[in-house]
Structure formats: structure tokens, C-alpha cells
């Protein structure tokens, strides 16, 4: 990036955060609070503009410095600033952030914090050198654990039906022209998304004013309730209603990022983001084996279901239900144990909490409360009414930067999944058509060896190679890796006729051309890695924590848009 833009946005947040800083000095002169007493800053702009910056002293910033504090002279510029260091810009950011190796603003939430007599804020040292040497803050793991759990559950119910869809369309008599069977498919796979793309910008919002956790709830009692309804199905309508209710109370992905976003720092924010991709991973393969395998359960297993009069009427309720009992299991850990992460909610809470002690304890008492006059309370009074006076977030809100991050992940989705659409068509249609003409079990060795490759990189190689690569950087790699694999698959037919000229063993012809596909898909998935959980945090690290929910609900809004056409028209492809 250009210096000189450099420059210019370190100036822009910094005058914003200055204003911001001086109006609340106004404000506790005026009510004549404690300077002991420090407002907490968490100037969004800050934090966005200086999140990929190289710390490093330019003559702008200095000027800006002089210009802000009046004076003309290098005494103006704090001394730590002249040294270059990475503390050298703690006078001007919040109180709340530091600086790591990574070149990345880090809320320091778990980073002990002493107030001084004199106001200075004052970190442990401990906890600075730790993030100067670039240690990763321990993730909260009873929140993770939770976290995880919603992960998985979310595409355990939402895929579970891919299996036996079929199967289940062929049994309400619809049609017998496999053509319009596979439309009524489409169809059923696709309201999905599209319902979910009328709610999922309104949780988004939802979440930034109440918190995450009823969000969160919502959807996985809305994901239990949904998967048995759909078990329950003896009409496409019926079934084409279960799905869309589940698209509608389903704003889980958008609001878990945020979750995800807001209960982490730079220091672990790609660990964390890793493990989004790793449990929506193992839900994504979990799900469709437990639908083949649990489906018509009287035929399959005689001797367990063999009497069930039920399951006989509802073949298809066994892996529904056994689907729903993992967000159930998700709702009752989460009621109990999931804690709220928005910052704003939790002010607020904070904030009435200290209103109703001092309204109870009397105008002229202090002790826990911290307040020791009526000024105080009318101050506090004051931050209350602003809090409920906060407006919805609309699309104005939303940043150039937020809505670039956005479009590049809708558009990552879209062609990964018309990749994962054509793939199977192309390995099973025959060789004199221009396929591969391998059978069934063929891709799928093929999948669940790739599949498990990317839990491997998107577990253990991403979080590392994050440390050295930003994360910005690891997207572009990410798109470089997908030039070279879709310009070489259609050749993959004439490598096979190739390599049947020149190797005359037939054993050593396929090993040959396995091993040549199995490489183009190996870095393929490598590269859905890579993309997907780069724009997750680019995503998340463009928005102002004020709207960080609704930006992540506008993203799962335009990636259901997505995958809900290509679901809806993959038989065109």
C-alpha cells in the first residue's frame, strides 16, 4: 500500500479518536468526575485503519502530531515515538489496544490493566512482552467449546437431507420423469438459502443491539424444531415449508463470526477462525453419512426397527432426529454456559446494573458503585438514555472496505460451489462425451481423502502460516492456486488418453492419472482453506464493532443469495 494512503488513514483515525477522547475529557470536567476513572475507547476507525499497517514514523504523522498539540518542535513527539518502537503509538490509541508483532491492533480485554494515580494507564509488562513476542492469547475454551458445537450442528441439520432427498421426492408420487424429480430437488435445497437470505441481515442487526446469544438460541432450537419437521414430510409442501422455516430462524453463521470476532484478538483470531472452518467441516461430512446410513431404518435394520410402525410410516425421521438432537444438545450448553461477547450489550448491562446500586444505596454514597455525587448518576443517566437512543444500523453504516471483503467472499462461494457442482458430473460422464468416466466410488475416495487433507490444513497448517503470512496476502495466494487447477482439470481427459499411450501397464495408467488428479484436488481444497477462512476474518476485521453483526448478516445475506442460485440451477451446469 502507498505510503502516502498510509499516512492519510493513520491521520483520519487519529483525529477521530482525538475528537472522540476530548469530548469525554469535556464531559468529566463538566460533571466533574475522577480522572481515575478512564473512559474506555474503542474507536472502530482505529482499529480498521491501522489493522495491516507497518508502524513505522513518517513526516505526516509527525506534522499531524505538532499540528494537533500546537507546537513546531521534534519535543512535541512523545520520545518512545522517535525510537520507532511498537509502543510508540500507545500515547494516541485507546486505552484498551496494543500493538503486537503482527502489525495488527489488538483489543487487550485479558491484559491486566492498573490505574495509576496520575490516570496513565499502565499494562502488565508481562502481558505486553508476550504479545511483543508474538504469543497467541489462550482462546476462552468453554466459549469455543459452545462455539464449536453450534458449528457443527449448523450444516449437521441443514445437510442431512442430501442422501435420501431423492428418495423421499420419488415416495410423494410427484412425478416419474427423473428430471422434474431433480427440479423438486432443487427446489428443496434452495428455499433454504433463500429464506435465509431474508432474515439473515435482520439477525445480524438484531444481535448488535440484544447480543449474540439470543441470536444463537434462536437458531439452534429453530434448527431442532425444523430437521423433525422435515422428517415428519408426506408432501413436497409440507417439506418445502420445513426447510424455509429452518432458512428463517437460522442467522447462526453471520452472528457466530461476530461471537468468534468479539471473544478473540489478533494474536488468535486465525485459530479461532480455523476451527469455525474445521467443525463446519466435520458437520459437512458427518451429515450426509448419517443420512444414508440412518434413512428407511425398518428395511436396513430388520432386527432393531423391524415392529416400528412409525418409523415405517416416516422412513426418513430416524436421521432427522438424530440430526436435531445435536443443536438441541447445542441450545441447553449454550442456555446454561454460553456467556454474551457484544461489548455494547454488555456496557449497557454494566451500566443499569451501577444505575440500580446507586439508586438504592442514595445520592450521597459510594463504596462499590465508584459514583460519589448527583453529577456522577446524571452522567451515568446520560450514557443510559444514549445507549437506548442508538439507532439500527443501515447500509450506510457498512464501509467501501466491509462491502470489497463481502463481494470477494460471495464470490469465492460462488464458483467453489459451482467447482463442487460440475466435479462429480465430469468424473462420471462418459470418456467419448469428454468426462472421465470413472464410477461412484471413484469420486468419493477422491472427496474424503481431500476432505480430510483440508481439516488437516484448515486445523493445523492455516493458524500457523498465519503468523508469517497476513491474512490478506493468504487470500490473493489463495486465488493464485485456483488459476492453475481450473485451466488443468478439462485436461485431465487428455492426460488419461496420454498416459494410455505411453505406460503399458493398465495398473500403472491408473495410478498415474490418480495421482494427477488427486494433486489438482489437493491444492483445490488447500486453496478453499486458505480463501474461505481469510475472508471470514477479513470480513470481520473491516467492520466497526457497532455494526460488526449486521456486516457479518449482510455477508451470510449475499452468500445465501449465492448458493441458493446455484443450488436452484445446477442442473444447468
Known amino acids: 500500500m502507498n505510503q502516502d494512503v498510509l499516512s492519510r488513514s493513520y491521520t483520519d483515525s487519529l483525529n477521530s479518536y482525538l475528537s472522540q477522547r476530548q469530548q469525554e475529557e469535556d464531559h468529566m470536567n463538566h460533571y466533574g468526575m475522577s480522572n481515575n476513572r478512564r473512559p474506555s475507547y474503542t474507536n472502530a476507525s482505529v482499529h480498521s485503519n491501522l489493522s495491516n499497517m507497518i508502524i513505522s514514523q513518517t513526516p505526516s504523522m509527525t506534522d499531524y502530531y505538532q499540528s494537533m498539540t500546537g507546537s513546531s518542535s521534534a519535543d512535541a513527539v512523545p520520545p518512545p515515538y522517535h525510537s520507532v518502537k511498537r509502543e510508540s503509538v500507545s500515547e494516541f490509541l485507546p486505552e484498551n489496544a496494543i500493538l503486537s508483532r503482527s502489525n495488527t491492533i489488538t483489543t487487550a480485554a485479558s491484559i491486566p490493566y492498573h490505574g495509576g494515580d496520575d490516570g496513565d494507564s499502565n499494562y502488565d509488562a508481562e502481558a505486553i512482552a508476550a504479545y511483543d513476542d508474538d504469543e497467541p492469547t489462550p482462546l476462552p475454551r468453554l466459549q469455543m467449546f459452545i462455539v464449536c458445537i453450534i458449528l457443527f450442528s449448523e450444516p449437521l441439520t441443514s445437510t442431512i437431507l442430501f442422501p435420501f432427498i431423492y428418495f423421499m421426492l420419488k415416495d410423494f408420487n410427484l412425478s416419474d420423469d427423473e428430471t422434474e424429480i431433480g427440479a423438486y430437488a432443487g427446489w428443496i435445497t434452495s428455499i433454504f438459502f433463500f429464506a435465509q437470505l431474508c432474515t439473515a441481515m435482520q439477525f445480524g442487526k438484531y444481535s448488535d443491539k440484544h447480543g449474540r446469544r439470543p441470536v444463537l438460541l434462536l437458531g439452534l432450537i429453530g434448527n431442532s424444531i425444523s430437521a423433525c419437521s422435515f422428517g415428519l414430510s408426506k408432501s413436497i409442501w409440507w417439506a418445502m415449508g420445513s426447510r424455509a422455516f429452518c432458512g428463517l430462524v437460522n442467522g447462526n453463521a453471520g452472528v457466530a463470526r461476530s461471537m468468534l470476532t468479539e471473544i ?84 449497557r448491562r454494566e451500566a443499569q446494573e451501577q444505575g440500580e446500586r446507586q439508586a438504592l444505596l442514595g445520592p450521597g454514597s459510594s463504596g462499590e458503585t465508584g459514583y460519589s455525587n448527583d453529577d456522577d448518576l446524571d452522567h451515568l443517566k446520560h450514557q443510559q438514555q444514549q445507549a437506548q437512543d442508538i439507532t439500527p444500523p443501515t447500509l450506510s453504516a457498512v464501509t467501501k472496505t466491509s462491502y470489497i471483503a463481502i463481494f470477494g467472499y460471495a464470490v469465492f462461494a460462488f464458483h467453489a460451489m459451482v467447482f463442487d457442482e460440475v466435479l462429480p458430473l465430469y468424473f462420471s460422464t462418459p470418456r467419448y462425451a469428454g468426462g472421465l468416466g470413472t464410477d461412484a466410488t471413484e469420486i468419493a475416495k477422491a472427496l474424503s481423502i481431500a476432505g480430510l ?60 492419472f490418480r495421482a494427477a488428479y488427486m494433486i489438482l484436488i489437493s491444492v483445490r481444497y488447500f486453496g478453499c482453506c486458505l480463501a474461505f477462512t481469510s475472508m471470514m476474518v477479513l470480513v470481520s476485521n473491516s467492520a466497526d464493532p457497532s455494526v460488526l453483526g449486521f456486516v457479518n448478516g449482510l455477508c451470510q445475506s449475499c452468500l445465501s443469495l449465492v448458493r441458493g442460485f446455484g443450488k436452484y440451477n445446477r442442473s444447468f451446469l
Open 453 to 512: 487433507q483440508q481439516l488437516v490444513a484448515q486445523f493445523a497448517i492455516y493458524p500457523r502460516l498465519n503468523r508469517y503470512i497476513p491474512t490478506l496476502a493468504m487470500a490473493r495466494l489463495a486465488l493464485c492456486l485456483f488459476f492453475p487447477v481450473y485451466i488443468l482439470f478439462p485436461e485431465l481427459t487428455t492426460l488419461r488418453n496420454w498416459l494410455e499411450t505411453i505406460l503399458p501397464s493398465a495398473t500403472s495408467q491408473i495410478w498415474a
Open 264 to 347: 478473540t484478538d489478533a494474536t488468535n483470531r486465525a485459530t479461532a477462525f480455523s476451527l469455525f472452518g474445521f467443525c463446519w467441516g466435520i458437520g459437512i461430512i458427518a451429515s450426509p453419512a448419517l443420512g444414508g446410513y440412518l434413512c428407511n431404518p425398518v428395511e436396513r435394520f430388520p432386527g432393531l426397527f423391524g415392529g416400528n410402525a412409525f418409523l415405517k410410516e416416516y422412513p426418513y425421521f430416524l436421521p432427522c432426529f438424530v440430526s436435531s438432537l445435536g443443536s438441541l444438545f447445542g441450545f441447553f450448553i449454550g442456555y446454561f454456559y454460553l456467556k454474551e461477547s457484544n461489548p455494547a450489550v454488555l456496557a
